[in-house]
C-alpha cells in the first residue's frame, strides 16, 4: 500500500499517474477534491481516497485500514505563497505534516515528503544547511518548520525519511493553481489567448525579465520522488536542474514558435516585493553524490513539451 497526499494536486496526481504506469494500482490519495482539481485524478487507478479531515482521523485512531503501508508521498500543503492566515498555513503545512511524519516514525514506513526552495528565499547559495535559509513569507517558513522538526528527530528514526527541496516546478496539472501555477504556465496560457507574454519590470537589481528561477519540469521531480521510494537514502535535498533560466529566456522560447508574439513588461506588484525570490538555482551535489544520475530535461524541452499539451 502507498499513500499519496495532495493526490489530486498538481505534483500528487503526475505521482499517481507514474505509479500506475508502473502498474502500482494499491494507493490511497488523501486530498480535498473539487470541481478545480477532480480531472487531475479522473483517470487514475487506487484503491480508496480521502478527504484531509477523514485521513487525520483514521491515522489519530490507528486504523487498520494503514497496516500495510510501504510508503507515503506527502505532497499534500498550502502552497499559496501569499497566504497569510498564521492558524491556517500552520495547520496545513505543519500540524498535518507532523501527525503523518511521526505516524511514519511509529510504523517504520518509507516517509518521503515535499519540503521548498522557498526556504532560501534572497539566498543565492542552495547548498542544503541553514547557513542558507532565509524565508521571506509564512508558506516559505512553515516548510522550514516541518524541515527543522524532521532534523531534530533524525538521530532516532528508523525508517527512510526524505525531504525534497523542490524549485520550481512547472508542467500537466497545474491549471487548477490559478494565481499560483507556474510562471511557464502562465506564459504558455498567454500565447495561445493573446499577442502578449507578460514579464515583470525591473527589480530587486535585475534588469528587466533577468529575473532568473530554476525551471523544472513535474516529469523529472516524479523520477526522483521515485528513485528513493527505491532507494533507501536518508536526507534533505535539492530538486531543481541547477541551470537557473531568466523570464526573458522563457518567454523567448515561447515567441519563437508564433511570430506574432511580443513581450510586454509590466509594473512588479507592491504586495510581492518582500517576498518575492528574484533567483533561485539547485545546488545538486547532494543528490549527485548520493547516486541520483539521471540529465533533467532542459527548459527548451520542457517547453516544447508543455505548449503541445496546452
Given at each position: ?67 500495510n503501508v510501504k510508503c507515503i508521498f506527502h505532497q499534500g500543503a ?45 539566498s543565492k547559495n542552495s547548498t542544503e544547511n541553514n547557513n542558507n ?68 519590470d525591473k527589480s530587486h537589481g535585475y534588469k528587466a525579465g533577468e ?100
Open positions: 500500500m502507498i499513500i499519496v497526499t495532495g493526490a489530486a494536486g498538481f505534483i500528487g496526481s503526475n505521482l499517481v499517474k507514474a505509479l500506475n504506469a508502473k502498474g502500482i494500482y494499491n494507493i490511497i490519495l488523501v486530498d480535498d477534491i473539487n470541481n478545480s482539481n477532480k480531472k487531475n485524478i479522473k483517470n487514475l487507478i487506487y484503491k480508496k481516497k480521502f478527504s484531509i479531515n477523514n485521513f487525520m482521523k483514521i491515522i489519530l485512531l490507528n486504523d487498520k485500514i494503514l497496516s498550502c502552497s499559496n505563497t501569499m497566504e497569510n492566515r498564521v492558524n491556517f498555513i500552520f495547520k496545513n503545512n505543519f500540524v498535518y505534516s507532523k501527525i503523518l511524519f511521526d505516524f511514519s516514525m511509529k510504523k517504520k514506513i518509507k516517509f518521503i515528503y515535499a519540503s521548498s526552495a522557498s526556504v532560501y528565499g534572497l535559509e532565509d524565508p521571506l513569507n509564512l508558506y516559505a517558513i512553515s516548510k522550514l518548520m516541518f524541515d527543522n522538526y524532521v532534523l531534530l528527530k533524525s538521530n532516532n528514526l528508523k525508517n527512510q525519511v526524505v525531504g525534497l527541496r523542490y524549485f520550481n516546478v512547472y508542467g500537466p496539472n497545474e491549471k487548477h493553481k490559478k494565481n499560483m501555477s507556474s510562471v511557464i504556465y502562465h506564459f504558455c496560457k498567454q500565447s495561445k489567448h493573446s499577442n502578449y507574454i507578460k514579464i515583470f529575473q532568473k528561477r530554476d525551471f523544472i519540469h513535474v516529469d523529472d521531480v516524479i523520477s526522483v520522488n521515485l528513485w528513493f521510494m527505491n532507494n533507501n537514502k536518508s536526507g534533505l535535498f535539492n530538486v531543481g536542474t541547477g541551470v537557473a533560466s531568466s523570464f526573458n529566456k522563457v518567454a523567448n522560447l515561447i515567441c519563437s514558435k508564433n511570430s506574432k508574439l511580443k513581450i510586454r513588461y509590466i509594473k512588479f506588484p507592491n504586495n510581492l516585493r518582500n517576498a518575492y525570490q528574484p533567483y533561485t538555482k539547485a545546488n545538486l551535489k547532494n543528490l549527485r553524490n548520493i547516486g541520483y544520475k539521471k540529465d533533467f530535461i532542459s527548459i527548451k524541452e520542457g517547453i516544447n513539451r508543455y505548449l503541445n499539451e496546452i
